[in-house]
């Protein structure tokens, strides 16, 4: 991916060997693992067959690929640059609600503009880089954390505005003579409907009628690929939902591809080096605050685009949606700590792992337990569960924990955070650091780095203090 | 977080001064020597009447000196003297509260740090700031002036990126002259929180003239550094200035400055002491009195 500027065949064998060192050949096998374990829980879980497996791997894939986009482009911001942007969510809510704005139909309720796709996916991440833009410059002047106490308010304020009724309809430009009247709306607590979204191109594919098939035909490709899993059992639904996924991972690769781009280039070594030490860019001429406000505002277009293929699939949104929440900033700030912060594998890396381990996962556990052991009516209460387990019976705190699952698995995200911690503070993937240039700096004019002598090669000149673990970490780290 | 503790510093100047203020230099004198000599020698860098207080403490007090071009200045003085403030308010870490810094004709009071770089004007810090989790290679490819890749778009869009790799290629074979000019070329692929301190101070002196700076301030670049290592880099100081290059060097050596510099500036307690010649500091009375009974 990385390797596109190259001639064909030096990319072939760059791919080829991108994927047997590491990172394809890493996520496709972590990928194949996910798939085998929900596979296991598919066919214990009370499913309908075939066609139960095929819709549980999407939804996994599903999440996946949402979690990957979202921690891809908080990696911008956290682990390339290290600004601790605690707003993601809000970065989200403004794309979504922008998109919703641009796109919603002119007699809706509340209405939007009736623009087309494309103009509401480019407004909403036009938007949500201004909306960074704003918060980045008074913010960035001063240090980190206010930078996170900033976003994190920015979220929040969002959120509650758009909850807010004042908002629910208004209208622009009502006391300008000259411009007609605009009316627009959040639509509060009541949601927004968004009949044209991302999922309108795929459903096309299927339905000469996609914003509604239930009134139109199905076309020829939908006829055929219907057909063709429907003789595995999986529904019609389940097939679109294939389709969408198919195109969020496209875009993941994109997120992925871009993201390389900033990273191994000459703007990717200053967003390190301000990560790094501030003052050191700023000494050796960078304009690092420019800097800083450029990838903020590419991180939080990314951040509305990912809102954007994530909330607007639905056709309807409301502000009470966990996804504009900002435990949801939290989620995906979990899920790039457990991949590794600034790395890209280790970002997609640690989406996939949250998002199916520790967010469906449990769930499906929960679901096997339940359908292959009784145990009776869960109490309602704390109480009411551990009182029977004085008298030696554990079935109700059994059911009670089993019912109360997806609180849980908040418990089980801190305890892997612990684990992690005392372990691997890096993240799974962190400690692989990836070098920030556009060509490959140890060769030089024909001849390579090797000869040159690899540091690897002169571990005696090694000055003391030189860890052999870091060592070991730097001696593995060539990754073109 | 930015300030050599610079307050720190300051704060032991302050609680003596009050007692020896009278006994030092008279500020307005020394400012006077200094546009005498501004006007008499080739000056890079002329510093007027310098002052900066952090709290009421004055870290630096109407300090003037100049550096000539092509020379090897020091700049000494006891601990919590002002030297390091001075360096900061040179290179815009800190705005000044009063005085003016002139570099090659053109005023630096109150620009920003990174356009004082871009000038020519580098400095490197007194413990050395190496960028740690990235490599050797990459510190020094960082370094470089106007690099086209540095924007956005030239560094994303496939048809400029070729510009970018291209341009990338010539600056990798510099860096690699540099690297073996300072022989730590066998470092290159190390990171650089993995290197002695030597190594570090090495590291750099080596990225800061990656930027082809016409003045280097290098603050205590031997602090911690072997003597072969230290005679090295004096070495690569003496070779660079006869290219042309002026440096204006804090240390505490004192007989390394007097072996090395041409010019002196010594400042005690946030004001100037004296300037001169290595052998006219030697007898200067009020530098012997300064620096009686302290650890130089």
């Known amino acids: 991916m990385s390797s596109s500027d190259g001639p064909v065949a030096s990319t072939g064998a760059q791919l080829s060997r991108w994927f047997r060192e590491g990172d394809a050949g890493l996520i496709t096998a972590v990928m194949i693992g996910i798939y085998v374990l929900f596979t296991i829980f598919a066919i214990l879980s009370p499913s309908q067959g075939l066609g139960g497996i095929v819709a549980t791997l999407q939804a996994v894939t599903f999440w996946t690929a949402l979690y990957a986009m979202l921690v891809l482009a908080l990696n911008l911001h956290w682990g390339y640059t290290g600004l601790f942007n605690i707003g993601v969510a809000g970065f989200m809510a403004v794309g979504v609600y922008t998109f919703a704005a641009l796109t919603a139909p002119t007699t809706g309720s509340p209405p939007g503009l009736g623009l087309p796709l494309w103009v509401g996916i480019v407004g909403g991440m036009l938007v949500a880089a201004l909306a960074g833009a704003l918060i980045a410059l008074p913010a960035l002047r001063l240090r980190a954390d206010y930078l996170a106490i900033v976003t994190v308010a920015f979220s929040e304020i969002v959120r509650l505005s758009l909850l807010s009724t004042s908002l629910q309809e208004f209208t622009l430009f009502s006391s300008i003579g000259f411009i007609p009247d605009l009316t627009l709306g959040s639509g509060s607590g009541q949601g927004i409907n968004m009949p044209i979204n991302p999922t309108i191109p795929v459903k096309s594919l299927f339905y000469t009628n996609p914003t509604n098939p239930a009134n139109g035909e199905i076309t020829g490709l939908g006829e055929t690929v219907f057909s063709l899993f429907a003789t595995i059992g999986v529904r019609e639904t389940v097939v679109v939902s294939i389709g969408y996924t198919l195109l969020l991972l496209a875009f993941v690769a994109l997120f992925y591809w871009l993201l390389r781009r900033i990273g191994n280039s000459p703007f990717g070594r200053v967003l390190k080096a301000i990560r790094e030490d501030e003052l050191v860019a700023n000494s050796l001429g960078k304009d690092t605050r420019m800097f800083k406000i450029k990838v903020f505002m590419v991180g939080c277009a990314l951040m509305g685009l990912g809102g954007i293929l994530w909330e607007t699939q639905k056709g309807f949104t409301d502000p009470t949606s966990t996804t504009f929440r900002p435990i949801q900033t939290f989620y995906i700030f979990i899920a790039l700590i457990i991949g590794g912060a600034g790395s890209n594998t280790g970002s997609v890396f640690g989406g996939a792992l949250f998002a199916s381990l520790l967010f469906q996962g449990p769930l499906f556990v929960s679901r096997i337990f339940s359908k292959f052991i009784e145990l009776g009516d869960a109490p309602s209460t704390f109480a009411g569960a551990v009182a029977p387990a004085l008298s030696l019976n554990f079935a109700p705190a059994a059911a009670y924990t089993l019912k109360n699952i997806p609180s849980l698995r908040f418990v089980l995200v801190g305890l892997v955070l612990v684990v992690l911690m005392q372990n691997r503070p890096t993240g799974l993937l962190g400690h692989r650091k990836e070098v920030a240039a556009s060509i490959d700096l140890s060769e030089r004019d024909g001849r390579t780095g090797d000869a040159a002598g690899k540091p690897a090669a002169d571990g005696g000149q090694m000055p003391d203090g030189v860890r052999s673990e870091s060592d070991s970490a730097s001696g593995g780290e060539r990754d073109d | ?296």
């Open chain 2, 1 to 296: 977080m930015t300030d050599n503790d610079a307050p720190v510093d300051s704060a032991g100047d302050g609680g003596a001064e009050s007692a020896v203020s009278a006994e030092t230099a008279s500020p307005g004198g020394a400012g006077d020597a200094a546009s005498e000599r501004s006007e008499a020698v080739d000056a890079s860098l002329v510093v007027e009447d310098l002052s900066k207080s952090f709290g009421g403490i004055n870290a630096v007090n109407e300090v003037s000196f100049t550096v000539e071009r092509g020379s090897l200045t020091g700049l000494i003085g006891p601990n919590g003297a002002g030297k390091s403030t001075t360096f900061n308010l040179i290179t815009g870490v800190h705005e000044p509260d009063s005085g003016r810094v002139t570099f090659e004709g053109s005023d630096l009071t109150g620009r920003r740090t990174n356009e004082i770089a871009q000038d020519g004007l580098v400095r490197t810090f007194q413990i050395a700031r190496e960028l740690e989790e990235m490599t050797v290679l990459e510190n020094l490819m960082l370094a470089p002036r106007a690099q086209s890749g540095e924007k956005l778009v030239n560094a994303v869009t496939p048809g400029l990126r070729g510009r970018v790799r291209e341009e990338e290629r010539d600056i990798r074979e510099r860096v690699w002259e540099t690297l073996e000019l300072f022989e730590i070329d066998h470092l290159a692929e190390e990171h650089a929180g993995n290197l002695s301190g030597g190594q570090r101070k090495l590291l750099e002196l080596a990225r800061a003239l990656m930027l082809d700076p016409t003045m280097m301030l290098l603050d205590e670049p031997f602090a911690g550094v072997n003597p072969t290592l230290e005679e090295k880099l004096l070495d690569r100081i003496h070779e660079l200035r006869e290219e042309g290059l002026t440096f204006l060097l804090v240390e505490h050596d004192m007989d390394l400055i007097m072996e090395n510099c041409e010019h002196v500036v010594v400042m005690h307690q946030g004001q100037l002491l004296a300037q001169g010649p290595p052998a006219e500091i030697r007898t200067n009375e009020r530098v012997i009195d300064a620096y009686l009974g302290e650890d130089i």
